[in-house]
Each structure stands twice: as C-alpha cells, then as structure tokens.
C-alpha cells in the first residue's frame, strides 16, 4: 500500500526540498519506487535540486488540467532508477492547484509507487495545505531556532485539525521530527537550541538530525540529492534518518560535538 | 565542574532563553488550538470590553479557558492599574 508522506515545515529556507530530495532518494535506494511531487506552484525548485531541471516538458498543472497524462509529466532521475520526480509549474498562479485535482493525481501515482514524498511550500497557504492535506505521515524539518520552533508547532497544529485524516476521524498523520543544519559546537557554547529540547517542545517523535554541512551547497551546486554523496556527515545522517523512519533501530551518530587538540583536552568533558 | 563551565556561568545562556520563551508561546497556541472556534473572537471582544472601562492593557488581563472533568472553566484575570 502505497504512502504518501508530506515535507513541511511552516518556515521557508529550514531544508525542505533538501530533505525531499534527500529522503526521495533514500527511499529508492533502500528498493522502494518513489516520487517526490512537487507542491510549490510558481517557484520551483526541486528539479534543480535533484538535477533534472532541462528534462522538464509537463508539469504537475499540466496534468491536473489534462494538458499531459502523468507519465509525460513524470521525470525519472538519472542517479537512480526507482526515483522520479513530478516537477511544479513554473508560471501558473497557485489557485490552479484543486482538491479534486490534487487528489486524482495523487491517486493515480499511488498506483505505480510504494512512497509519495509531497514536497511542501513555505507558509500555511493552498500549497502547502494541498502538500499535507492527503498525507499518511509528515517529516516536519525544524531548525534549531526560536521562529522555526515556533512554525513548526502551527504546522502540527494544522495537520492535527486541517487534514484528511483529522477532518473524516481517521488515525492521525503519523508525525516525525526532523532537525536540519544542527550544529553540536553551539548547542555546547550555549547559542543553539539542543535537539532534545526541541524534541521536547514540540513534542514528536525524533527521526534525527542533520548536521550542518558544506556538503548540501555542493550537492545542490551539482543538482544530485544530498544523500548520495557518500561518506560526508549529511548524507550519512539523512541515510539514518530515513532507516529509522522505515522503524530500523539506527544509533545516533551526529548529535556530539568531537574536541580536539590541546584546548579540547584543557576543556573537554 | 569543568574549567569552561565557570566561564560559561557568567553569561546568561541565549540557548536556554530560547526555550524558556518557546514554552511559553507554544503552550499558549496550544490552549487556544484546543479551545473552541469562537474562543479567540470572544477574547478579543472581552478585551475590548475591559479596556473601554478601565485602564487596563492587554498585558494586564489573561483569559484563559481550562477543561475539568465535564466541565469548561473561563478564567478572566484582570490587574486593573490605578487611575
């Protein structure tokens, strides 16, 4: 049974399209067929992000208003033969997204696909509420940060009353924590917020977090999702996370601060 | 304690002013996302109430709607400043 699985987060520039591409193609690498929709009408991005933008003909529009069938619209990406995407229209206003629309697409992709990753806009607008409102589960991406925090509990709050699943009585979205641009150096200096306290606020079952990396400019230089470049502390830790959302038991490995040298042997713990 | 430690004392940690600050305003959104639809305009016609009446700002009047067993408990908490 096919799942559709939203990326939000309230808050723009937090790592949503990152973490969509990221966990699209974590997915596809563990075996599963995946596609990540993308729901932000106007500004699109995540084809650039994974690397397909000049492959784009049709979009999500498109399809929905019967200008292309969906596997015209589909793209599959080049790094992986299980990982597509369904790009966002560049130039159409967001009112031409529709419940009905939204909902047959979706629909026809849960035919063909085990995961359906909806890579949200920012804001709590029609994009973002069309992202979520189908959703089975939700990866809420949260920065360490008081306004991120903060849009992160509205978003839960929204997913709690404003869903499909909330709105017919269903089970609710199951719901997972995701903290991107981490940085254990500052949560000891005192300057960032610690992910357990987040956790705590926002009370949601934690997937993980990303530390901070150069590696994401530079994969999303190269337009290759994050978590295939092997070997750097992203990936490895987006690799993780998307184990332990698929309920693999996974250590976490990027929560400490490692000193070194002199000063880290005068001052360390 | 570590010798970073003392150091670190004498400055108030922006870290946990974070949280402390996020406790309070995630509980608050929680208590009015719970309430029912009507809760935020009737606060807001409360307020307009009390404050046509006294001097009275918004800091100084905390309304509050606490569920109890079977029941619903409006509190209305108005620190009313000398004239």
């Not at chain 1, 254990?184 to 901070?212: H, T």
Request: glycine content about 6%.
């Amino acid at each position: 049974m096919a799942r559709i699985v939203v990326v939000t987060s309230g808050k723009g520039g937090v790592g949503k399209t990152t973490t969509s591409a990221a966990f699209g193609a974590g997915l596809a690498l563990k075996g599963y067929r995946t596609v990540v929709v993308d729901f932000d009408i106007g500004l699109r991005n995540l084809d650039l992000i994974m690397g397909c933008e000049r492959r784009v003909v049709y979009d999500f529009i498109n399809v929905i208003h019967g200008e292309a069938k969906l596997n015209q619209a589909l793209i599959k990406t080049k790094q992986l033969d299980n990982l597509y995407i369904l790009p966002a229209s560049q130039t159409r206003d967001k009112d031409s997204l529709t419940e009905e629309g939204v909902m047959l697409v979706l629909e026809e992709l849960k035919k063909s696909f085990d995961y359906i990753i909806c890579d949200s806009p920012a804001g709590i607008e029609r994009g973002a509420h069309f992202a979520m409102y189908f959703a089975d589960e939700a990866i809420i991406v949260t920065n360490p940060e008081v306004s991120s925090v903060r849009d992160s509990d509205r978003i839960l709050g929204i997913l709690a009353s404003k869903s499909m699943r909330a709105e017919r009585n269903m089970d609710p979205v199951q719901e997972h924590l995701l903290i991107a641009r981490y940085s254990p150096k500052r949560v000891i200096d005192g300057d960032m917020l610690k992910f357990d306290d987040v956790q705590e606020l926002l009370d949601v079952p934690f997937l993980g977090a990303i530390p901070e990396s150069d590696s994401v400019l530079l994969a999303s230089n190269r337009g290759v999702p994050v978590i295939l470049d092997n070997k750097t502390d992203a990936a490895e830790a987006y690799m993780d996370a998307v184990s332990r959302f698929l309920g693999e038991e996974v250590p976490h490995r990027f929560l400490q601060h490692h000193r070194k040298g002199f000063f880290g042997r005068l001052f360390g713990s | 304690m570590r010798l970073i430690d003392y150091f670190r004392s004498s400055k108030r940690n922006s870290a946990v002013q974070a949280k402390e600050r996020l406790q309070v305003i995630i509980a608050h959104g929680r208590s009015e996302r719970n309430g029912p639809d009507y809760f935020p305009r009737m606060k807001q016609d409360l307020l307009a109430v009390i404050k046509k009446y006294t001097h009275a700002e918004t800091d100084d009047i905390k309304v509050t709607l606490e569920k109890e067993g079977n029941y619903e408990i409006l509190e209305l908490n108005v620190t009313i400043p000398p004239e």
